[in-house]
């Protein structure tokens, strides 16, 4: 059982490029999560999705996009990337009525 | 602006000690609150939580105080051991009246050193 998967795990970016970062779960989930953390900041919520065709802003959701076009993927895109937005992301899932938020591995973004 | 304020942001404890972390919130539409534990490299994983309506919770050597009225929450770790060296994330939860969806907002996190 595989839970939540990130891809990539590593990245670096030109500053202006643009990338997608995809999440997969396996678990039938709802709900699903894109976080940010950074050094002393936490995990910020970027932008989540309550369910299938569905999103919705976070915290931070400046310079990203989602698109949740299957339930058991969850897409983060970057259209320009800024030197700000290097990080590491983490993606999380939840099923409904649930409390318990799964996460992947996640993604660390270099942009230079 | 934080609406989860952690402290301390690290933390060193002789093994066998007891660790504290405290957090707290301002918000009292959270109506749930987990702490979850990260180890270098994965991804955060809950350990504990607890509900407003009750003042303690206890699972093994880790123990969350809740303090409703003064809006704040700790979790101790008795017993401290080696393996329990990571960052700790408290973190405070509520379902959107917009989306209906349920959202949590994380503190900064503790980085917790444990001394063999």
């Known amino acids: 059982n595989a839970g939540v998967t990130q891809t990539p795990k590593f990245r670096v970016l030109k500053t202006g490029q643009s990338m997608t970062l995809l999440c997969a779960q396996d678990?039938?989930?709802?709900?699903m999560y894109w976080y940010r953390q950074d050094p002393g900041m936490g995990l910020r919520l970027i932008h989540y999705?309550?369910?299938?065709?569905?999103?919705a802003k976070g915290e931070v959701p400046d310079g990203y996009n989602v698109s949740r076009l299957k339930k058991q993927n969850f897409l983060l895109g970057l259209e320009s990337a800024a030197p700000s937005q290097t990080s590491v992301y983490f993606c999380?899932?939840?099923?409904?009525?649930?409390?318990?938020?799964?996460f992947g591995q996640g993604t660390r973004l270099t942009v230079v | 602006q934080q609406q989860v304020k952690q402290s301390p942001q690290s933390l060193i404890v002789q093994k066998g000690g007891i660790s504290i972390i405290n957090c707290a919130y301002e918000n009292t539409a959270f109506d749930y609150f987990p702490w979850y534990q990260q180890f270098p490299g994965k991804g955060p994983a809950l350990l504990i939580a607890?509900?407003?309506?009750?003042s303690e919770k206890k699972e093994g050597r880790f123990t969350i105080s809740f303090n409703k009225s003064a809006k704040q929450f700790s979790l101790h770790i008795m017993d401290s051991q080696p393996g329990d060296s990571a960052t700790y994330f408290c973190?405070?939860?509520?379902?959107?009246?917009?989306?209906?969806?349920?959202?949590?907002?994380f503190g900064a996190g503790t980085r917790l050193f444990v001394k063999a």
């Open positions: 607890i509900r407003p309506d009750v």
């Open positions: 999380a899932s939840l099923w409904t009525g649930g409390t318990e938020a799964f």
């Open positions: 999705s309550v369910g299938e065709g569905t999103t």
């Open positions: 973190a405070a939860s509520y379902v959107s009246l917009n989306t209906g969806g349920f959202k949590t907002i």
């Open positions: 678990m039938n989930h709802e709900y």
